[in-house]
């Protein structure tokens, strides 16, 4: 197989995947996720970076933004909605990096780890729950 006729995907192949790999989660999982607004960006913010004390802005590969589960409130009025980034240059980076793993299921990975955290789980939490698996 060449590489030189192929192109990295484009955010809009990204979304596809994401997408792809959402539909694939069981029906409940998804159900529970509930309104929740995925975006696909390059890189994170500076702005977001500073906040988290990343310098580099390949070290992060996805976010959640947003009120989890486990603190709503219906008392909340106006609230943002709750949002997924899925950076796509730190992701295409760690599977290139990797090369154990396929793109898709690297997204799906990305994707669930931050659904985790609309539910209200620490990233010790995700993880021992990877390792469990």
């Not at 299921?105 to 659904?115: G, M, N, R, S, T």
């Amino acid at each position: 197989m060449t590489w030189t006729d192929r192109l990295a995907p484009s955010l809009d192949d990204f979304a596809a995947l994401a997408k792809a790999a959402f539909d694939a989660l069981p029906d409940e999982f998804r159900r529970l996720t509930g309104d929740v607004v995925f975006r696909i960006d390059d890189f994170a913010t500076d702005e977001v970076l500073d906040s988290l004390g990343i310098e580099d802005p390949f070290e992060l590969t996805g976010l959640y933004q947003g009120v989890d589960l486990s603190r709503r409130s219906v008392l909340d009025v106006g609230a943002q909605p709750s949002m997924v980034f899925l950076y796509r240059r730190p992701i295409l980076d760690e599977w290139c990096e990797r090369g154990d793993v396929t793109l898709g299921a690297l997204i799906e990975h990305v994707l669930v780890h931050e659904i985790g955290h609309h539910f209200g789980l620490s990233d010790d939490d995700i993880h021992r729950i990877e390792d469990e698996a």
